[in-house]
């Protein structure tokens, strides 16, 4: 439509150079010699007329054309540069719609949506005709803003999460490492720790390879580290030469084998929890406990008993176990215990005695029957003498001593009692018969409060909770 309209102007501007053209006067020709003048005729002044009106009509209708043309062509400029407006404004809300419908919310990538966006738009204002601006088309440039957007925003992602990638392997690395130190820390052999590195090496490389933030946390050094520790646990127990170790895990502390060591630091799944444990050698020593017997097996302790020792809580109403294995060296029996008693007695004695007795008795009586009513009457006499002596005489004697087993334990040292071996066998028999007594006859013979002196052989490492303890120690015979 537009080029028609234009087409339309340049004939209509085209008449008008022909019409101006035919109006114009004619060049005059070069000055010659005037001819004579010859007069006119009447006919030739009425084709002059002629001639000048058919040239001034022509110049008006020309005028009169051209006024037209002219109109036309402003309303035709003025109706093509509005329709020019209204596809201009529409092309530029089209980008608007566009643009506006997409949310570029990274900054870091806008800028190929601006350079896109403002190339549309220059090109809509730059545009001289409707046909030109009908030929852009928007969405081709808003489709290549958002791809470039796009990509831009997926090296984005791609750079943060390489960047994320980088510090998961670092975390994960360093992780392992600090893992891995305590047990490399420790004394090991050249086996186990051979072991130790290729172990860390691997899980190092298995993060260096890691693709996914995934793969990286999934790298998990606990297996490794449980087997390695086991490893090393192991190794400390056949260390050991005795053919006991001391288990401790929470302060808890058991003397057992080697076997049932292995079996249960085996059974164990975490090492975090295998690092609770603690194994250390068997050093037996000998200590000294003086305890009542109502807290111990008494005398039916003899050496070379197994025994268990327990403690109580303040309230003494629970008990727990704070050695599980120790060995009775020696019972003795403190001279406090009592004293021996003797002591002897003599009597004598004599009676005579006279008794005498005489009885004389007399007695009458009469009966009557008259009328066939009964009567008696009677009377009785009765004397008795007796006569009794008695003498007695008796007499007694006694003594008793006491004997303190503590000065007869001096005396006996310092060599001032004879026959000491006599004594020492009558004290032994006062001790330990007292108590196998005791034992075979089920009879308590020596108070419940009464002390002995223990001594018992027990690992070293079990000194200090027996000590701590001692004021409510109990001791418990282990049965075989």
Do not use: H
């Not at 008006?60 to 036309?72: D, R």
């Not at 809300?93 to 190929?112: M, P």
């Not at 018969?433 to 001594?455: A, G, R, Y």
């Amino acid at each position: 439509m537009a080029e028609d309209i234009e087409a339309k102007i340049r004939r209509l501007r085209e008449l008008g150079k022909v019409s101006a053209e035919s109006s114009a006067p004619a060049k005059p020709p070069a000055p010659s010699k005037k001819p004579p003048r010859r007069p006119r005729s009447l006919s030739t002044i009425r084709e002059k007329e002629r001639r000048k009106r058919i040239l001034i009509g022509a110049s008006i209708l020309i005028i009169i054309i051209l006024i037209v043309s002219l109109g036309v062509y402003a309303y035709l400029q003025s109706r093509a540069a509005n329709e020019l407006k209204n596809v201009r404004a529409e092309k530029l809300n089209e980008v608007k719609s566009y643009f506006g419908s997409y949310k570029f919310t990274n900054a870091n990538c806008t800028a190929n949506v601006t350079y896109y966006k403002s190339q549309v738009v220059s090109r809509i204002l730059s545009a001289k005709s409707v046909s030109e601006l009908s030929s852009i088309n928007v969405k081709a440039y808003f489709d290549k803003a958002v791809q470039a957007y796009e990509q831009c925003t997926a090296k984005e992602k791609e750079r943060e999460y390489q960047k994320e990638l980088n510090q998961t392997k670092q975390r994960k690395l360093q992780e392992i490492k600090l893992a891995f130190q305590p047990l490399l820390a420790m004394s090991l052999p050249d086996s186990i720790k051979a072991k130790v590195v290729s172990s860390l090496k691997s899980l190092e490389q298995q993060v260096e390879s890691a693709k996914t933030v995934e793969q990286a946390n999934s790298v998990n050094p606990d297996p490794y580290l449980l087997s390695l520790w086991r490893d090393y646990y192991y190794y400390q127990i056949d260390s050991i030469t005795s053919p006991e170790v001391i288990l401790e895990r929470n302060g808890v502390k058991k003397l057992i084998s080697k076997n049932e060591a292995k079996s249960i630091l085996g059974s164990i799944t975490n090492y975090r929890e295998l690092l609770e444990y603690r194994v250390y050698p068997v050093k037996y020593v000998e200590i000294a406990l003086v305890l009542p017997r109502d807290r111990i097996a008494g005398g039916f302790l003899q050496p070379g008993d197994k025994v268990v020792f327990f403690a109580t809580n303040g309230t003494k109403n629970t008990y727990r176990e704070i050695v599980n294995q120790g060995y009775v060296e020696m019972v003795l029996l403190p001279t406090n215990a009592g004293q021996i008693s003797a002591s002897e007695s003599q009597s004598q004695a004599s009676s005579s005695s006279t008794t005498s007795s005489n009885t004389y008795s007399e007695s009458q009586s009469a009966s009557y029957n008259p009328g066939g009513t009964s009567y008696s009457n009677g009377t009785s006499y009765s004397d008795t003498y007796s006569n009794s002596q008695s003498a007695g005489q008796s007499s007694s004697a006694s003594y008793t001593y006491n004997v303190n087993l503590a000065e007869i334990l001096k005396a006996i040292a310092a060599g001032k009692i004879q026959a000491s071996d006599e004594v020492k066998a009558q004290l032994n028999k006062y001790g330990w018969k007292v108590l196998n007594l005791e034992e075979s006859s089920d009879m308590l013979v020596l108070s419940p409060d009464t002390q002995f002196l223990v001594i018992v052989k027990v690992p070293s490492i079990f000194v200090p909770d027996i000590l701590a303890n001692q004021d409510s120690l109990y001791v418990a015979k282990v049965s075989t």
